[in-house]
């Protein structure tokens, strides 16, 4: 089955079996492997992506669903020269990033939580990312990383600047 | 504002990993690559009669016990050489390898594997640490199922029983505990110029090569082991990936194309090792003035299938119970039992958070039995400098527990909030005091495991650091680099560690057992130190450091007598719940830490992996039951098993406390393990005081609570 989608703002077209999984479609066949497997049973969310701007567990979808839509990945958030995403740069700064392998999906659940809601409560920011699990940070530094990320995208909001500019953080 | 080698700095790993660019093990593409999959027993035990593979398509084979190189050894070296490879007739556990199919697409791989037909004489199992004592359906193990059985014995316990005047008895109960740790297990297994090349998500390189080698009749050189970036460990990376990287470098002998085998979950929660389950008797001889005169402990470990690392497990469980209480006359005895169950293995912890809260939890009995404070009563039998430990070793160190609790005490709000709360009220205060002794027990660094790093200023003027240990999360790559750059005084970002590749690095042991940093780090400053004399030499220069006891510490590991650990961290968990009167849910209102670990050699770091150990072991504590229903894991989804959420508890407030120790790195202790030694009890505790009954298991769900009500 011919798929056209988008995927992290570029037009793509894959030719897969509709019911392949769309973590599949992403990881074997677009080769963005940022995307990870926990658990392939829709509970931990290491494979949360944003599809036409709601998180869904990647593992879940059939690749059929992806016909038309928005897809946004891990690899989509820092863009290829602009640096790291204001989340992204918050996870660092707070020494919320442990082993990682959550972490994309992390990042995700967070980014559609701000993008709904740019000043979340702390309730809020626990239940948006109740569905992804973490098992090295005890989430505490993962708590902090949302919250610094939302003051940032506000104050870069105010100040009429995108999100994305670089802040500083570099590749160790 | 902190200062020095504490002051947290960026984690040099972060910013891959958050921006998706990690490759983990399941994300590089190998050219020309067989999927493998592991068929497995579908009984505990008995003997197998028959192995009926289906025709296998072209590209697909069936790897067992026969194909195993000439002269190579169908058991896996880890302590000892016991597990098998692949079994094709004793059954000692459900889900034990029988073989591995290997082939080019998973889904046929999973239906071929449905369709191998095994046929077996069963036989009857024991499962639990009961039935392992009463060799029901006959030993597994020797004549006693024992894998291990030892005493040890401090002051005249039995006259102190002789003179008791009353004597109060507990048996403690734990479980299983699964590690989820969140990427599952996988490796890949390749042939390299005539080398087999083992890429694994481990915390072990040099345990896969010793396990491999005999059973491929290779020398250890022609093994080489690769790290690749590893998504947590916490124990289940320890050893278990030696059961797999061998029946895969079986499989790469005989078709000679790479091998790849990456769990999902279920099969990783089905068939990986989990946390021993524990059931600990105390019976404490008080005297007439309900003074604490002597112990008798007797202590079981449920061991599983194979020996493993079980009696090591056992070892740190009983010298850490009497954790951190100077108990004047002690007998104890451990066993590790043998049953028809998955091995045992390392989870974090190793053992002391067994031994840690059953001492906790009897302790406070003792405190509700004769009506004392269980704090005071704690706190008066507190281990300090000199003391004697349970295998009549020495405290060398300052022990800073009492100024910690006034610490501790004042933050959580414990006397105000203790005195508010009647016992039985729906609130509760718990306070779990603990320690962790760093590095392997005993002589293990100092006879079995022999660190070595080496450091070079290669040609260019670069420095590298050499060594086995691995970043699995718990930050190495970073705290590592701090270490040498802090000696060499330069940019810690400017330094090169690579993940480890067996054929290039010493031997620095294993990434277990809270030595990395203390044991191996202080190998990293000696190292450093050595070559910064060298630094401004020209051309290629080179240092290299190896482990030495630290003096004034004896071990005799035929008597298990001496210092068990040369040095402790030391902590205390306070706990807040309320449960609810009707469903007895439990809410937990503040989590408070603090812990002395000598030195934080990155406090971010530190916080981090308090954080993350607490929330584990609440988990534990609360949370995560694994039961066994005729030799299989009940639990076994993300969906039946359950872990933290954001959902589940407060905030962790963690304090630091230093006490450099002289033979750690700029006095840093260890820290992986001593962080989630404590929460569990308190957590326990703080249900106690909250339901006013005696807790004596973990995890204390909501049911456990009802049937407390109910029953008392
Ligand atoms: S892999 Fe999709 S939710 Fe776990
Ligand atoms: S950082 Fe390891 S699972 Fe979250």
Redesign the pocket.
């Known amino acids: 089955m011919v798929i056209h989608f988008t995927c992290n703002g570029k037009p793509v077209t894959v030719d897969v079996d509709g019911d392949m999984r769309v973590?599949d479609v992403l990881r074997d066949v677009l080769d963005l492997t940022g995307t990870?497997?926990?658990?392939?049973?829709?509970?931990?969310?290491?494979?949360?992506i944003i599809l036409n701007g709601k998180t869904v567990?990647?593992?879940?979808l059939y690749a059929g669903k992806l016909q038309g839509a928005v897809v946004e990945t891990i690899e989509g958030l820092s863009g290829d020269s602009a640096g790291l995403h204001p989340i992204q740069e918050s996870f660092l700064e707070e020494g919320a990033v442990q082993c990682g392998f959550c972490t994309p999906g992390m990042v995700l659940s967070t980014k559609a939580l701000l993008d709904r809601h740019p000043d979340p409560s702390i309730k809020e920011i626990e239940t948006a990312l109740s569905?992804n699990f973490c098992r090295c940070t005890g989430y505490g530094k993962i708590m902090k990383a949302v919250v610094s990320s939302a003051e940032k995208l506000r104050d870069s909001r105010e100040d009429g600047h995108q999100s994305g500019t670089g802040l500083g953080v570099k590749r160790g | 504002m902190t200062t020095g080698i504490s002051r947290s700095v960026p984690r040099v790993d972060a910013y891959d990993k958050a921006a998706g660019i990690t490759r983990y093990i399941a994300d590089i593409p190998v050219a020309g690559v067989c999927y493998g999959k592991l068929v497995r027993t579908s009984i505990s035990r008995g003997t197998i009669l028959d192995i009926d593979v289906p025709e296998l398509p072209e590209g697909f084979w069936f790897i067992s016990e026969g194909d195993i190189p000439e002269g190579g050894r169908n058991r896996i070296h880890m302590i000892k050489e016991d597990w098998p490879v692949f079994t094709n007739s004793e059954v000692r556990f459900y889900g034990q390898t029988i073989g591995i199919l290997v082939g080019p697409d998973r889904e046929q791989l999973i239906a071929l594997a449905d369709a191998v037909r095994v046929t077996y004489r069963e036989q009857e199992a024991a499962f639990t640490i009961e039935e392992g004592l009463a060799c029901r359906g006959g030993a597994l193990h020797g004549d006693d199922n024992l894998f291990a059985d030892y005493c040890l014995v401090k002051g005249d316990p039995e006259s102190a029983f002789s003179r008791a005047h009353r004597v109060i008895e507990d048996v403690i109960e734990t479980g299983f505990q699964e590690h989820v740790y969140m990427e599952p297990q996988g490796i890949t297994v390749e042939e390299q110029d005539g080398k087999i090349v083992i890429h694994a998500s481990c915390q072990c390189p040099f345990y896969i090569r010793k396990a491999v080698a005999p059973s491929l009749n290779r020398s250890l050189d022609d093994i080489i082991v690769r790290q690749a970036v590893t998504g947590g460990g916490f124990g289940g990376k320890e050893h278990f990936p030696d059961i797999i990287a061998s029946a895969a470098a079986v499989a790469v002998t005989k078709v000679h194309r790479p091998v790849q085998v990456i769990f999902d979950?279920e099969e990783d929660m089905c068939y990986s090792t989990k946390r021993h389950p524990s059931q600990v008797i105390f019976k404490t001889a008080l005297d007439s003035e309900n003074r604490i005169i002597g112990m008798d402990i007797d202590a079981r470990i449920n061991a599983g299938a194979y020996e493993s690392c079980s009696p090591v497990v056992l070892q740190r469980l009983i010298f850490s119970s009497n954790s951190v209480y100077d108990i004047p006359n002690v007998q104890l005895r451990g066993r590790a039992v043998a049953t028809s169950t998955i091995p045992s293995d390392a989870f974090r912890g190793f053992g002391a958070p067994q031994g840690i809260i059953a001492a906790e939890l009897h302790m406070s009995h003792i405190a509700r039995e004769i009506g004392m404070d269980e704090v005071e009563l704690k706190r008066s039998l507190m281990v300090s400098k000199g003391s004697r430990t349970i295998t009549n070793g020495t405290i060398h160190e300052t022990v800073k527990l009492h100024e910690m609790w006034q610490r501790i005490a004042e933050v959580s709000g414990w006397h105000e909030k203790k005195s508010r709360y009647a016992p039985g009220s729906g609130r509760g205060m718990g306070a779990a005091f603990y320690l962790h002794g760093g590095g392997f027990t005993g002589s293990g660094e100092q006879d079995i495991i022999k660190a070595r790093v080496r450091m070079v200023k290669r040609d260019d003027g670069i420095v590298e650091i050499l060594l086995s240990n691995v970043e699995m999360g718990q930050g190495l790559q970073t705290t590592f680099r701090k270490i040498a750059a802090q000696v060499l005084d330069c940019d810690y970002r400017d330094i090169l560690l690579a993940d480890p590749d067996t054929d290039r690095v010493p031997d620095s042991g294993p990434t277990v057992a809270s030595r990395s940093i203390m044991i191996v780090g202080r190998l990293v400053q000696l190292a450093a130190e050595q070559l910064k004399h060298k630094l401004h030499e020209p051309g290629a220069q080179e240092s290299e450091a190896a482990y030495t006891q630290p003096p004034g510490c004896h071990w005799d590991q035929e008597t298990l007598q001496g210092d068990a650990y040369p040095a402790y961290g030391w902590g205390i968990c306070v706990i807040e719940t309320a449960v609810d009167p009707d469903t007895c849910e439990v809410e937990t209102l503040g989590v408070w830490t603090i812990h002395e670990i000598g030195k934080a050699i990155d406090e971010a770091i530190v916080h981090g992996q308090v954080t993350g150990g607490v929330i584990q072991a609440l988990g534990y504590g609360s949370l995560e039951k694994l039961e066994l229903k005729d030799g299989k894991f009940f639990q076994h989804t993300?969906a039946d098993y359950i872990i933290p959420t954001t959902l589940d508890f407060p905030g962790v407030y963690s304090e630091l406390v230093e006490n450099p120790y002289p033979y750690g790195p700029f006095g840093a202790k260890g820290l992986g393990e001593l962080v989630f030694d404590g929460a569990a009890a308190s957590y326990a505790m703080a249900v106690q005081h909250a339901v006013d009954r005696t807790v004596s298991r973990i995890p204390v769900t909501p049911e456990y609570i009802m049937e407390l009500k109910t029953h008392g």
């Open positions: 973590l990870k497997e926990g658990c392939g049973e829709g509970e931990c969310g290491a494979c949360t567990n990647s593992c879940l569905g | 979950r993300m």
